[in-house]
């Protein structure tokens, strides 16, 4: 059975530092594609990071040079470290794992990020 598992969320005032982990059970990530989601109140869904097993890494244009998704050697837990916060980067962040071919997509149920002073 596979499961995403996040932790890491909290509240933060701005301008402030968060690490968000997913640790995965039933999957690797160096085989699954890794994502960190978030959904704003009112919003939807958006994609802030992803990291192919090959390593490429993309990134939200509003997070760029400020957060940083990487995943451990054994592919058991990924992370998103988040720097430099600010009130729109409050949000549920979801950790997603997916595959291609066969087609697999597993989500974690989610961690709340707060930034406010």
């Known amino acids: 059975q596979v499961q995403l598992v996040e932790s890491g969320g909290g509240l933060v005032q701005p301008g402030g530092s968060l690490r968000l982990s997913c640790a995965a059970s039933g999957i690797s990530f160096n085989v699954y594609t890794l994502s960190w989601y978030r959904q704003a109140p009112g919003k939807q869904r958006e994609l802030v990071a992803t990291?192919?097993?090959?390593?490429?890494?993309r990134y939200l244009d509003s997070v760029k040079g400020r957060f940083t998704i990487s995943r451990d050697i054994g592919g058991n837990t990924g992370g998103l470290q988040m720097h430099s916060l600010n009130v729109e980067d409050t949000a549920v962040y979801y950790c997603n794992g997916k595959q291609f071919y066969p087609a697999r997509d597993y989500w974690g149920q989610g961690t709340q990020v707060t930034v406010s002073s």
């Open positions: 990291i192919t097993p090959g390593g490429s890494v």
